[in-house]
Antibody
Framework: EMQLVESGGGLVQPGGSLRLSCAASGFTFSSHGMHWVRQAPGKGLEDISGITSNGVITFYANSVKGRFTISRDNSKNTLYLQMGSLRAEDLAVYYCARVLRGTKNAFDIWGQGTMVTVSS | QSALTQPASVSGSPGQSITISCTGTNSDVGDYNSVSWYQQHPGKAPKLMIY???NRPSGVSSRFSGSKSGNSASLTISGLQAEDEADYYCNSYTTNFWVFGGGTKLTVL
């Protein structure tokens, strides 16, 4: 079964850091672009970062640029999001999503999400 | 990186058809045939329903269809069923990034 499993969420103080992980299984991880998408409580989806299959090219939303870093380890089938200088507005469920090969934005597999709470 | 515009809510009765619009600009929806649609039930992860404007992934009902005209895309659900009640989001590729719509809550009356 193809699946993504996020981990690493939790409670962090404003200004703090957190690293999210997304473990992939059941498919060839190194063949797919990957994204992180977040959803604040009661709000819509926000695509915050993406990375190409080989990890060479990365993309960031203006809301996280300079504070978050996306990376991947294809030998471990794992995607990461290093989050720094966290703010109250970063409170959200964070999902990782796989990009269907041959498309630009068909996110065909999603993880279950991990909650990040930023509070003192 | 401005969000695409969707109606906040739509509703329909079982068996009817509804259409959800997604309006962007000539830098996103109007410039690329890379529009996708997602269904999200409360507390669940989003599910891909349509990609590249009108393609359905394997396993998605043929009751779901997509189209595009100019800077706007649409998702049509025919033969509404109770389980279609959910939030729906569109997404478009734009130059070097991706943008979601604000979401539409579909209520099946």
């Amino acid at each position: 079964e193809m699946q993504l499993v996020e981990s690493g969420g939790g409670l962090v103080q404003p200004g703090g850091s957190l690293r999210l992980s997304c473990a992939a299984s059941g498919f060839t991880f190194s063949s797919h672009g990957m994204h992180w998408v977040r959803q604040a409580p009661g709000k819509g989806l926000e695509d915050i970062s993406g990375i190409t299959s080989n990890g060479v090219i990365t993309f960031y939303a203006n809301s996280v640029k300079g504070r978050f870093t996306i990376s991947r380890d294809n030998s471990k089938n794992t995607l990461y999001l290093q989050m720094g200088s966290l703010r109250a507005e970063d409170l959200a469920v964070y999902y990782c999503a796989r990009v269907l090969r041959g498309t630009k934005n068909a996110f065909d597999i999603w993880g279950q999400g991990t909650m990040v709470t930023v509070s003192s | 990186q401005s969000a695409l515009t969707q109606p906040a809510s739509v509703s329909g009765s079982p068996g009817q058809s509804i259409t959800i619009s997604c309006t962007g600009t000539n830098s996103d929806v109007g410039d690329y045939n890379s529009v996708s649609w997602y269904q999200q039930h409360p507390g669940k992860a989003p599910k891909l329903m349509i990609y590249d404007v009108s393609n359905r992934p394997s396993g998605v009902s043929s009751r779901f269809s997509g189209s595009k005209s100019g800077n706007s895309a649409s998702l049509t659900i025919s033969g509404l069923q109770a389980e279609d009640e959910a939030d729906y989001y569109c997404n478009s590729y734009t130059t070097n990034f991706w943008v979601f719509g604000g979401g539409t809550k579909l209520t099946v009356l």
